[in-house]
Structures are given as C-alpha cells and as structure tokens.
C-alpha cells in the first residue's frame, strides 16, 4: 500500500516536469529570407521562467542577415525597433530600455541562442509582440506571444 503510494507518487512528478519543461520552453527558427516560422507563441502562465530558444535556419553571416529575438509590449515594438536600429550593431537593441521585455543577442546562419525569463513581468491576456531587430526585419519577422 504505502510503496504504491510512492509509486504513483513518483510518476506523478516525472509526468509533472516533462509536462512543464514542454509547455515553458519555446523555439522559434529565422531564416536567409527574413522569416520567422512561426506568427505565435503560446506560453501557460503557470510557467516560472520561460526559455525561447531562436535558431538561424539560414547560411548568411550575422552581420548581413542577422537574427534576434526581442519582447516587447504590442504598444512598445515599432519604436522599441527604430531605437533598435539607431542603437546599432551587434546586437540592435537600445540599452538599458525598460520597454525591453527579453532579448537574445544577434546571429547568424547556422547559430542558435536563447534567453531566459521571468514570467512574472508578464500578464495573462496582455498584448505582447516579439520581433527581430536587426535593420529592415520588424515589419516581416514579428509575432504574438500568448500568455494564458
Ligand atoms: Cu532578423
């Protein structure tokens, strides 16, 4: 009775933790023709802290196709971009800027990275977009992130 009870116990957390290390990390690839493939994201607010992890599909070096991952507020992405683009290279993201939400820092082909974060700062149910902010990329490579 009692080694039953552990048992199930054990499995019930095994369950648990596969279930949470699914539903609280998220990928998302970019690619040689300025695409992200996908235009959401969904994320359980129950989750702690969330990883993205953004991969460089694509050959073309950092510096000519480079690729980031940046939260934002909806309200906050296009000027949070065009400061992107004025704070320059490498990674095109305006410093210590509060309207930043998470970033990753820039790639290129064939490179991956990703970024950890809190999801506390985040409410269920607010408008949140992610985009890239390398020159030229917010208008094509932007999403939704869902938290729920
Ligand atoms: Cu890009």
């Known amino acids: 009775m009692r080694r039953t009870f552990w048992v199930l116990a054990l499995g019930g957390l095994l369950l648990g933790n596969q279930a949470w290390s699914q539903e609280c990390?998220?990928?998302?690839?970019?690619?040689?023709?300025?695409?992200?493939?996908?235009?959401?994201?969904?994320?359980?607010?129950?989750?702690?802290?969330?990883?993205?992890?953004?991969?460089?599909?694509?050959q073309l070096a950092a510096n000519v196709m480079g690729h980031n991952w940046v939260l934002t507020a909806t309200a906050d992405y296009q000027a949070v971009a065009a400061a992107g683009q004025a704070a320059g290279p490498p990674n095109y993201v305006?410093?210590?800027?509060?309207?930043?939400?998470?970033?990753?820092?820039?790639?290129?082909?064939?490179?991956?990275?990703?970024?950890?974060?809190?999801?506390?700062?985040?409410?269920?149910?607010?408008?949140?977009?992610?985009?890239?902010?390398?020159?030229?990329?917010?208008?094509?490579m932007n999403g939704k992130l869902i938290v729920e």
């Open 94 to 140: 305006p410093a210590a800027d509060a309207r930043v939400l998470v970033t990753t820092n820039v790639i290129g082909g064939g490179q991956e990275t990703s970024v950890k974060f809190d999801l506390s700062k985040l409410t269920a149910g607010g408008d949140y977009t992610y985009f890239c902010s390398f020159p030229g990329h917010f208008a094509l």
């Open 25 to 58: 990390s998220l990928s998302i690839n970019g690619n040689d023709q300025i695409q992200f493939d996908k235009k959401e994201l969904r994320v359980s607010k129950s989750c702690k802290e969330v990883t993205v992890t953004l991969k460089h599909v694509g």
